[in-house]
């Protein structure tokens, strides 16, 4: 009698194989995630305290991504008339302000 092919046990290799590239889809789609998320937030970190901030972006970019607010303000005081006009006007800025990290008065 010859075997069909239902009754037939996958080999090791192919077990090995499609465990293999599940294993590289999920972590491929886990780092994407990863990625997106530091893309779109700014992690604001205050050194006194272990408080973290998560404050969205306005646009997906690594810029900012990771921020102290004494680094953040030490970058304002060295910063030009004009440099100093811009970073007012950004959302992180704002966000700083909001949640009371800086001080909105210069």
Known sequence: MKKNQA???PSKVMVVRTLTVLWAVILF???NFVLLFLMSTHVVSDP???AV???PKEHLTFKDT???VDGYLKRY???SFREKRRLRNT???HALVETR???PTD
Request: charged residues 30%; hydrophobic residues 40%; aromatic residues 8%.
């Open 7 to 9: 009754d037939e046990k």
């Open 29 to 31: 789609t886990l780092i």
């Open 48 to 50: 006194p305290t272990i």
């Open 53 to 55: 901030e998560y404050i």
């Open 66 to 68: 990771f921020v102290t």
């Open 77 to 79: 005081d060295s910063a």
């Open 91 to 93: 959302d992180l800025h």
């Open 101 to 103: 990290l800086i001080d």
